[in-house]
């Protein structure tokens, strides 16, 4: 199993940027993809972009487009989602996901990003 800590969320004036932060820790040696979702209050849980450890191929959801970029650190284990141009309807909690080949779906915590108009 992988534990997961997210980190880098807080308020930001629309235009804004924010650089979350996810760091993977347990069996993070089968580790096949990490990925961020976010779920605003009274809406499904959206993807908003991904990477397949194994490749490194990276995926976005239709939000995340543009304005978005995900990177990662192999060596701390470790995924980061730089938002640029926030508006409001980006506030949410984000949560950073992480499957191995062994188990799928371990979640963090979460954490909050709030945009101001």
């Known amino acids: 199993q992988v534990q997961l800590a997210e980190s880098g969320g807080g308020l930001v004036q629309s235009g804004g940027s924010l650089r979350l932060s996810c760091a993977a820790s347990?069996?993070?040696?089968?580790?096949?993809?990490m990925a961020w979702y976010r779920q605003a209050p009274g809406k499904e849980r959206e993807f908003v972009a991904g990477?397949?450890?194994?490749?490194?191929?990276?995926r976005y959801g239709y939000s995340a487009k543009d304005r978005f970029t995900l990177s990662r650190d192999v060596a701390e284990t470790t995924i980061f989602l730089q938002m640029n141009s926030l508006q409001p309807e980006a506030t949410a909690p984000y949560y950073c996901?992480?499957?191995?080949?062994?188990?799928?779906?371990?979640w963090g915590q979460g954490t909050q990003v709030a945009i101001s108009s």
């Open positions: 996901k992480a499957d191995t080949k062994y188990c799928e779906g371990s």
């Open positions: 347990g069996s993070t040696f089968s580790l096949y993809d």
């Open positions: 990477i397949r450890w194994t490749t490194g191929n990276i």
